[in-house]
């Protein structure tokens, strides 16, 4: 099993508030994803870090931000929730070392629901 | 055109029996190749990598055709706990920090039926 978690693992909000979704992992991998998935359709890269203090945009535009402070921890923020960003959403990381076979490890998931 | 395209089924299979389905990626750069596994409202797993030669796992086979840019996967004598959504990824090498990327595709549904 994969050691990655993700909280809350279910979240009800109302519109305006903001949220924070945490990820962390302790398999002390360098590079860390955030993937959005709405029911029945394909995950969406909306942000990755290669390692502390890196932070990329991924390839859905996302209103979300995230900070990479902590080789283990990845936190994703929206500053203020809209019933848009109503999807679920899926933490992965892999190993830093340069290579082309590296498993990207998955967290069980945040399911946000915006009011 | 999307990177990775994939038929989204359901590809409705009798238990035991055995089922294919394709994936094709676009880009010819692409480097490394997987299958993942993902059941209704759970975390993708990774089912195999997919090398150039082909590899075989109990019974789940995977090719590549890097010609065609496709990979395939084929299940054989499928369970009923074989249902679930197969998620093609291909690695596209990220130049910036020397990293990669996946890119997955839609999903395959099989549904395996008594």
């Known amino acids: 099993e994969a050691d990655i978690y993700q909280t809350p693992r279910y979240l009800v909000i109302g519109t305006g508030k903001k949220i924070t979704l945490e990820c962390s992992q302790t398999?002390?991998?360098?590079?860390m994803y955030w993937y959005q998935q709405d029911p029945g359709m394909e995950l969406h890269l909306i942000h990755y870090?290669?390692?502390?203090?890196?932070?990329e945009k991924g390839d859905l535009s996302s209103e979300s931000t995230v900070s990479r402070i902590r080789t283990e921890h990845f936190p994703l923020t929206l500053e203020s929730a809209r019933p848009s960003h109503t999807s679920q959403y899926l933490c992965?990381?892999?190993?830093?070392?340069?290579?082309?076979?590296?498993?990207?490890?998955f967290g069980p998931g945040t399911r946000l629901t915006v009011l | 055109r999307k990177e990775v395209e994939q038929d989204p089924g359901p590809f409705n299979v009798p238990e035991g029996a055995t089922v294919a389905f394709n994936c094709t990626y676009s880009?010819?750069?692409?480097?490394?190749f997987f299958w993942y596994r993902q059941d209704c409202r759970k975390e993708p797993k990774l089912l195999m990598s997919v090398y150039s030669s082909g590899n075989e796992d109990g019974r789940f086979t995977a090719q590549l055709n890097r010609a065609s840019q496709y990979i395939s996967l084929l299940i054989r004598d499928s369970k009923l706990s074989d249902s679930a959504t197969y998620l093609c990824?291909?690695?596209?090498?990220?130049?910036?920090?020397?990293?990669?990327?996946?890119?997955f595709g839609g999903g395959t549904r099989v549904l395996v039926k008594p």
């Open positions: 870090s290669y390692g502390v203090n890196s932070t």
């Open positions: 398999m002390g991998h360098d590079k």
């Open positions: 880009n010819s750069a692409s480097q490394s």
């Open positions: 990824v291909v690695n596209v090498p990220v130049i910036k920090a020397a990293g990669n990327k996946l890119t």
């Open positions: 992965a990381s892999s190993e830093g070392m340069q290579g082309y076979y590296n498993e990207q490890f």
